[in-house]
């Protein structure tokens, strides 16, 4: 069976937005890497003008109330990497570094669509390098309450399940099961928005979160039903989104997952966990050079001729 090809962009792209939780305008730059680089963040814009290079990995998240930070936020972190973190596994990109201004990645319409077009824009490209996926031998699991997320071996791929359970009747309890490949992910998770509920409002607001939040980016939900007047995406949208956001979080994980993820009433908080739990043991993973499951078609083969990105961050 033919092994499977690291993957980075093929070019440069660049996106403009706001922050969801901020309200302040963020804007990031896609940027080829080579293999084995892995997925990580070029904070920009210090006062000092000294940058801050920070791996998209689960060691380095900082916070991961309503959303993943990863970074210390006194020295430099970026904040809401998860959307943007499930287009790239969803896709099957390994290799990528993000420039980004500020501290928070930016909303765009809630989901990671905008991401996947972006992605498609920049088209994709071989690094010449076979992948390395991570291979779940032992299962693992991190629980909250009645909450839980684990981790058990699975015998090719990326299995996700997930179940959501609101008391909020327009939400209500529902689960959904995939398995993750390119094609599944656009079609199915990408386009499923961020959501929130009306009465959180102004509790968020006090925090300091949600300031960024508006039905262009966030579906609302009321006491009677769904606020936007466009409606939902996708009937079970809601689970769509955990889905997608777990995808995000687990690609924290700084390889693709070769196992099956369940998950009961998670978020970023259990997905970090079951991560940690994870690589507690050396004996609860292997990792090894994956197949040919994920590969997009047609990619440009760059090899070795990829140049690394010349920058000079603070580490």
Request: charge should be negative; include cysteine.
């Amino acid at each position: 069976m033919r092994t499977s090809q690291q993957t980075t962009l093929r070019s440069a792209v660049s996106l403009t937005g706001i922050g969801v939780h901020s309200g302040n305008p963020a804007s990031i730059t896609l940027h080829p890497a080579q293999a084995h680089h892995g997925i990580a963040f070029l904070r920009t814009g210090f006062a000092e003008g000294r940058d801050r290079l920070i791996q998209a990995h689960h060691a380095q998240v900082s916070a991961t109330e309503l959303c993943t930070v990863i970074g210390d936020r006194h020295t430099g972190a970026v904040a809401t990497i998860e959307h943007l973190m499930s287009a790239l596994y969803g896709l099957g990109i390994d290799n990528a570094l993000i420039e980004i201004d500020g501290p928070e990645m930016p909303i765009l319409d809630g989901s990671s669509a905008p991401f996947v077009a972006a992605i498609d824009e920049a088209g994709t490209a071989s690094c010449g390098a076979p992948r390395r996926v991570i291979k779940v031998l032992k299962p693992v699991r991190a629980e909250k309450g009645r909450a839980f997320a684990e981790l058990r071996p699975h015998e090719r791929g990326f299995r996700l399940d997930v179940e959501i359970d609101f008391e909020s009747p327009v939400i209500g309890r529902s689960r959904k099961a995939v398995d993750l490949t390119p094609a599944l992910y656009r079609r199915e998770i990408s386009r499923a928005r961020t959501f929130g509920m009306m009465r959180d409002v102004e509790r968020y607001w006090k925090a300091g979160f949600a300031l960024g939040a508006s039905l262009e980016n966030t579906v609302a939900v009321g006491e009677g039903g769904v606020v936007n007047p466009e409606g939902l995406r996708y009937p079970d949208e809601f689970v769509r989104h955990k889905i997608l956001d777990a995808v995000g979080d687990l690609a924290l994980a700084g390889l693709p997952i070769q196992g099956a993820y369940h998950s009961y009433c998670g978020g970023h908080g259990l997905n970090v966990a079951v991560l940690d739990a994870l690589f507690a043991d050396r004996a609860n993973y292997a990792i090894v050079e994956g197949t040919g499951a994920r590969r997009e078609p047609a990619l440009a083969e760059i090899g070795v001729s990829l140049g690394a990105a010349v920058y000079a961050p603070d580490l």
